[in-house]
């Protein structure tokens, strides 16, 4: 019997591995979601089968606009910060020595009046020195204990109430930038968490006082509803409210600028009927330059909290912020962050810990009303 020899024809490797390859097709990321059951829809009908007709439910204008007012609301089944904020400054604390370092402005040196009043003119007498930011010049306060910080962000914030109710803006903006740079610092970390929820108070307060005012503005000769839209707003309060931004935009470092828009996100209001929806992403994009995966949680943390006050139905930014958190945690092994750990003797899991108030109120947003 003959041999027979088998020869292999020529491949190509390429075609093939093309070939197997799937076929790509873009996604929507507001879309996606890893729990986000699969549905597939049969286009086709039986041959000879009428096709069914679409049926279509009608809704009346109330049922719209109820709709709408819930969707830019959140209800009594949302757990509110004010909550969460009590249980963090409990649970992270330090006895280490903490220090605010401020630009500050001359130290008056008044010197208490002795007597009973000696107590109120001590607290006078800090919030003067607090209240009289100058560019240029600095001020240091060092070795204050957690209770002592915590007095002086509080002075911080009535320094800040003072100096708006005295048409004194610039001044009250001043200190909200130097309030927004001491969340950089995390050379106490475990105190980070609490330094957060102290600071934040601050710019809650700012965002307030800015909004209020606006408010105000558009208030005469009639009060301003509460559905109000951009056609509400006069020219005078536009041109405020845009002043604002434009002063924020100019704040040179990155975080202080993140967070003190992001404190006045709800202004957005008086100027364009979609600058909500439009800014939260621009914002989120920002924290992607913060160098600290631990700094960036608790902004993200901070945008969630702000978005879900005025627009709880943009889940699109939650999201994002989301998936963005999970893509850091990639920097905790960087050498930047395990050096930091090294000098304030820190294990690591006991610094995962400081990330559990962002990570749940983050996710505690995602969940609110979330479809399945």
Known sequence: MAAVQWRSSGRSYDAELQRCRPESAPVEFGDYHPLKAITVTDTKTRRGAPETPAITHSASAGDLGKKKKEEEAVGADFEPWSLKRGEILARFTTTEKLSINLFM?????????????????????????????????????????????????????????????????????????????????????????????????????????????????????????????????????????????????????????????????????????????????????????????????????YLCRVGMEVAPQLKDSLNRNFFDLLGSFRQISSESVQNQLVLQRVEVPEYLTLYSPAINWILQCIAYRAPR
């Open 105 to 301: 402005g001359s130290d008056r040196g008044k010197a208490p009046s002795p007597g009973p009043s000696a107590v109120s003119e001590k607290v006078r007498t800090r919030l003067e020195e607090l209240d009289d930011l100058e560019e240029g010049s600095q001020k240091e306060l060092l070795n204050l204990s957690q209770q002592d910080y915590a007095n002086r962000i509080e002075e911080l914030n009535q320094s800040l109430k003072e100096a708006w109710s005295s048409d004194q803006k610039v001044k009250a903006l001043k200190i909200v930038i130097q309030c927004s740079k001491l969340l950089s610092d995390t050379s106490v970390i475990q105190f980070y968490p609490s330094k957060f929820v102290l600071i934040t108070d601050i710019l809650d307060t700012f965002g307030r006082l800015v909004f209020d005012r606006i408010w105000t503005m558009c208030s005469d000769p009639r009060t301003l509803p509460e559905s109000f839209t951009v056609d509400d707003v006069n020219d005078t309060a536009k041109e405020t409210c845009l002043n604002w931004f434009f002063k924020i935009a100019s704040i040179r470092e990155l975080l202080p600028r993140l967070y003190v828009e992001a404190a006045i996100l709800k202004c957005n209001r008086f100027l364009n009927k979609s600058g909500i929806q439009e800014t939260l992403p621009r914002l989120t994009a920002m924290v992607r330059g913060i160098g600290d995966p631990l700094v960036a949680a608790y902004a993200r943390a």
